[in-house]
């Protein structure tokens, strides 16, 4: 079993920073892949920001210039830091984690941002 736990949300004022960290344990040595994605009510689950064990990023165009994704390949641990953020960044935040190219994703359970004035 993979277990991916993130940490790091919270309620922000429009033009604030946050931090999201993400750990992934269990069975899984080092994972190919980490990314985040975000969720509204109604909506489906969108990519943030993904990260390869190469450095290798992409990243949804809403957040290109604010959000830059990092990972630690030693500790299996990936980062979002957003900045400049806005009312409609708006969402639960879910860190993924992928042992293999070809695997499924594990989520975390999800952290909520919120910001508002």
Do not use: H
């Amino acid at each position: 079993q993979v277990q991916v736990a993130e940490s790091g949300g919270g309620l922000v004022q429009p033009g604030g920073s946050l931090r999201l960290s993400c750990v992934a344990s269990g069975r899984i040595a080092s994972a190919y892949a980490m990314g985040w994605y975000r969720q509204t009510p109604g909506n489906q689950r969108e990519l943030v920001a993904r990260i390869i064990s190469t450095g290798t990023t992409n990243y949804a165009d809403s957040v290109k210039g604010r959000f830059t994704i990092s990972r630690d390949n030693a500790k299996n641990m990936v980062y979002l830091q957003m900045n400049s953020l806005k009312p409609e960044d708006t969402a639960v935040y879910y860190c993924c984690a992928r042992r293999y190219p070809i695997d499924p994703d594990y989520w975390g359970q999800g952290t909520q941002v919120t910001v508002s004035s």
